[in-house]
């Protein structure tokens, strides 16, 4: 796949380690496939006509254009001493997986308060005027678990163990995506190396800073990017790339956040793998779904109002782990907004989500049958509003569970659906408590 190239460039042959990241995202955005693409033909796709006088063969798929900038060696970069040739290099990848969630025990540091505390502390070192995008928890720069180990594979110890935050933003009428990573590393601070950093800067505090300013091209189509790389005197490497695409859209020609404000983020002292935790500091909001399938969008207009209307609702004898009213787009994508909290009462924890939908045309009953074992109940209101409950119990090994769901259905097609589990020997909210909640007057979609 070509380059471009000038009279005075000695191409790079390989996908720098600064920008491999970022391609990874942009491919599985787009849906490119980069490797594997030249193969054999399958035997099954040839046909040879029974004359033999010909053949026909299917047509391999066309390759895809990558670019990227092209690399002057031998070169200067201000605060390098020395610089080193590009490598050969190439796309690296492995897999991971992992069932611990933020109790990884290969990586101790870390942990689902240790996520939130430093979260916080990007949020904080933001600029003015940047928002963070409407998007599901998990999409709104909250640090993910880590997965795998290090004993995964050498590729792993090298480049993996890291916790990552992404997060479109908003900046006045600019859009891009931002993502950071933060890892903690006993490796030495690497070598410049030409075409991977503009600049190495050394802060105050000891942290050594590569700054890069670059783009990739798939098919004609220019993505601008700006990463920052800290290595912290503490073992932390922070890792902070902006682009100018914002997830699923297309390059907007202005990234929304420059190399300095990118400094500041990776800098934020919270952000280090041995800042200690505030006390106080909760676990992880969880993600939710939206079981709707026909549930229509709601905008973040209407979903402020309806977090006013959620903040309202008293919950007397419930504790829980963060206040009703953060509502949020669903990670299964279906249109509804919706949260969920952390409850405990006497002494017992349960789960409590709200999700709220609009457009629907069929109540639950009749567009989703019980499953075996399950109790359901319907009852029409004066209005037209349906209202339906279920209980199921699920058993796994030697964990009892029972889920109790309330769906409240208006004849505008709004519906408020409340669902609250817990672990036997503890009791989910009755379906009097989640019909409360439900049929809270404002929480219809207007």
Known sequence: MPKETRADATPSRAVTAWTQGLLCVAIVASGIIVGGLLHEPDPDLTTTPTSATHTTTVAEPPQPSFVTPPVTYPTRIPGCAT?????????????????????NPAYPWFSGPK????????????????????APVGESLLFQPI????????????????????ATLRRGDL???LSVSVRKSTAPIPPCIAGELDERRLLPDGTTVDTHDTWWQVDGVRTL??????????????VASATDAPPGLDPTG????????LVGLVSAPGARVTAPVPPGTPDPPEDCHIATEDAAAIDEAESR??????????????TLDRPLGSLRPGVDGSGGVCQAVRVTAAGRRSRLSIAIGAGRTTPATESA?????????????????????????????????LTRTVVVTRPSGSAVQVVSAAESPAEPLSVAQLEAIALTPGLEVS
Do not use: C
């Open 254 to 261: 202005i990234v929304p956040l420059s190399v300095d404000e």
């Open 225 to 238: 990017s700006r990463t920052v790389r800290a290595y912290t005197p503490d073992g932390s490497v922070v």
């Open 175 to 177: 859009a891009g995506s």
């Open 115 to 134: 996520a939130v505390a430093m979260s916080t502390a990007l949020h904080e070192a933001l600029p003015d005027g940047v928002v963070i995008g409407f």
């Open 147 to 166: 997965l795998g180990n290090p004993g995964d594979s050498a590729e792993f110890a090298k480049f993996g163990g890291s916790t990552d935050a992404r």
């Open 369 to 401: 049958g019980p499953s075996s074992g399950e109790r359901v109940t319907a009852r029409q209101l004066p209005d037209g509003t349906v209202v339906e409950s279920r209980e199921l119990r699920t058993t796994l090994a030697a964990t009892s569970e």
């Open 83 to 103: 610089v080193e040739p590009p490598g050969e290099g190439g796309l690296t990848g492995f897999v991971v997986s992992g069932e611990f969630g933020y109790d």
């Open 305 to 318: 109002r309806l977090d006013a209307v959620l903040a309202r609702i008293p919950l007397d004898g419930l």
